[in-house]
């Protein structure tokens, strides 16, 4: 098996022993990068010297014999709304193009303190607002299984990275579902921690309420380890949760469903969802009740006001947070012909910096939140917030976790749903419940839908805080999937075909 | 169905600081018309009963110590400044000079 499809927990042991360094490791991502990123636009900067230089660094302490931490020497993708000094951060948009930050997001520290080299900053839907990346100013990502579709968005640059073993790990953000998503359609495991689990200093904010920063890898115990390296309380972020959720690592080592109660949630199943992707959810869902977890089915009928909810409240606090880029501290600034005020160049910079997507949701949260439609808007919003939560707390008493599929469809072709804003919002309908209640969720892949091959996610949810729940049927589910197929989920991936 | 008028577009557009061309007011207007019917029906369930939630997860009086800690320099913090003098960020006239 090739070093590059190697499993981030494989990888962390070689290093350990010696059997491989971080510079060959590293060199020989970097070289498959070189090969398919022109044509899979998975990286917006790949960052050759930095990456080798850090991997040199890396060996060279291992060498000393220095103890080291359970990650240090693999490398990680960092998607490209994360700050990073020195490394250019676009957020996928033309405003931000060249800007290089003087300052470290809290998260790209962390992978820093754990000796991880950073490969690059990868694609996503200009400011995390899309499904597909074909929002992204500098082009869409493809999807690895079929050049022809969507690898989900925003966070698709990080999804095929991962899933084309252009990189083992990968840093994204949710939220809405732009972690999970993107990671249902590729065949890879993306989890959204639950709300201040991970500082969100320095991701560049899209809804602040919403936003969480999470791993995107290939298996579930690389998940777990990845989210061990970056939570933790950081006073830099006042959402920051004081105390530790637990060790996820430990919780992924889990080998037994039994008794463990899953609620399968009524209001996402069934009708609207794809033949094979209910297929593939339920096949999942008998391995476990096979393994000794009893199914119970759970009713959340506030979900059926989820999307609406929610895109009221994200353009909102969006339209708020992208008030920043004002043309006056970084960015771009656009100069109007004639004598301008410097209102007039923002107006002329934001006009040419944001994209049609950007635009649409800045002025739809700003007519949400504008005097006179507060209440019946923005208002409402939050009070469906409130019975989200209820109905996820009563659901909780009946259940350990609860589980839908992660998308109502596999990967849809990209151009397909560009002209209809609401048809793409609709590919969130199961992801966004947990932003708006602040709870973690995992998808995991569980096969591939009989009418198009394509990979299918099951998502999993559990209370806020207990995250260690979704690593410990995930890592039970993927061992069981795994004996089922006697391969891995990448095993059934197509030979990429790039010219 | 909402109406959002041409002119409601342009009021938007300009409370967020966005030029628009007559060509895409229009497209905004009929796009944000759907979906602003679309995200409506969350008031078919809120009712005066309902508390709302602004905070996923309750927290209040977050505080640090006040202490002064290391931060950008003032040629790191200009560093991504389309124009600056004399350490200072520079932009055009605030006022109309009419």
């Avoid at chain 1, 070689?14 to 998975?42: F, H, R």
């Avoid at chain 1, 998940?223 to 530790?244: V, W, Y």
């Avoid at chain 1, 939560?389 to 909780?396: T, V, Y």
């Avoid at chain 2, 628009?20 to 008031?43: C, G, H, K, P, R």
């Amino acid at each position: 098996m090739s070093i590059l499809s190697k499993s981030a927990s494989e990888l962390a042991s070689m290093l350990a022993k010696k059997e491989i360094s971080s510079v060959e490791l590293t060199k020989a991502q970097l070289g498959n990068i070189d090969k398919l990123n022109p044509k899979i636009n998975s990286y917006l900067t790949v960052t050759h010297e930095l990456a080798l230089s850090q991997a040199k660094q890396v060996d060279d302490l291992r060498a000393k014999g220095e103890s080291l931490p359970a990650l240090a020497g693999v490398p990680i993708a960092v998607k490209d709304n994360l700050a990073t000094i020195g490394i250019a951060t676009t957020a996928g948009s033309r405003i931000l193009q060249g800007w290089v930050p003087p300052y470290d997001a809290t998260v790209v520290k962390k992978i820093l303190a754990n000796r991880m080299p950073i490969l690059g900053k990868t694609n996503l839907d200009e400011f995390a607002m899309g499904s597909s990346t074909e929002n992204s100013a500098y082009g869409p990502s493809l999807n690895p299984w079929d050049l022809t579709r969507t690898p989900g968005g925003s966070g698709g640059g990080s999804s095929s990275a991962v899933a084309s073993m252009q990189a083992p790990l990968a840093i994204g953000s949710d939220t809405g579902g732009s972690i999970r998503f993107p990671a249902a359609v590729t065949g890879t495991v993306g989890v959204k921690p639950t709300y201040g689990a991970v500082s969100r200093y320095g991701l560049i904010a899209l809804g602040s309420s919403l936003d969480q920063i999470g791993p995107v890898t290939r298996n579930v115990m690389d998940a777990a380890m990845l989210q061990d390296a970056i939570a933790g309380h950081d006073a830099m972020d006042a959402t920051s949760l004081p105390e530790s959720l637990g060790s996820m690592t430990e919780a992924a080592k889990n080998d037994s469903v039994k008794g463990l109660r899953i609620g399968i949630i009524k209001e996402l199943t069934g009708e609207g969802f794809q033949a094979g992707v209910s297929e593939k959810f339920n096949e999942a869902l008998e391995l476990l009740v096979a393994a000794g977890a009893e199914v119970v089915e759970v009713s959340c009928p506030s979900f059926q006001y989820a999307i609406a909810a929610y895109y009221l409240i994200q353009p909102a606090e969006a339209s708020s947070n992208l008030a920043r880029f004002d043309s006056v501290r970084f960015g771009l600034r656009v100069m109007p012909e004639g004598a301008a005020t410097v209102e007039k160049v923002m107006s002329a910079t934001r006009e040419a910096g944001f994209g049609q997507e950007v635009k649409r949701r800045i002025m739809l949260g700003t007519y949400a939140l504008s005097s006179g439609y507060y209440d019946a808007y923005y208002g409402s919003a939050q009070k469906v917030r409130t019975l989200i939560q209820a109905d996820l707390a009563k659901a909780f008493e009946k259940a350990d976790v609860l589980v839908s599929p992660t998308a109502p469809t596999t990967a849809f072709k990209l151009g397909e749903k560009q002209e209809d804003p609401l048809a793409m919002y609709l590919n969130d309908i199961a992801t966004i419940p947990a932003n708006l209640a602040g709870i973690p969720g995992m998808s995991l892949p569980v096969g591939l839908a009989k009418e198009d091959n394509l990979p299918v996610g099951a998502q999993f949810l559990a209370p806020a805080r207990e995250d260690a729940r979704l690593y410990k049927v995930g890592a039970v589910l993927e061992k069981l999937l795994e004996t089922k197929w006697s391969k891995k989920m990448m095993d059934f991936a197509p030979e990429l075909q790039v010219s | 169905m909402t109406e959002i008028t041409p002119e409601l577009v342009r009021h938007l557009a300009g409370l967020a600081r966005i030029e628009v061309s007559e060509a895409e007011v229009a497209q905004f207007a009929s796009q944000l018309a759907l979906i602003v019917d679309s995200v409506a029906t969350v008031q078919a369930i809120a009712n005066d009963d309902i508390k709302a939630t602004s905070h996923p997860i309750a927290m209040s009086n977050v505080f640090r110590e006040d202490v002064v800690t290391p931060s950008l320099t003032q040629t790191q913090a200009l560093s991504g400044a389309p124009e600056s003098d004399s350490g200072r960020f520079k932009v055009s006239a605030i006022l109309d000079e009419d």
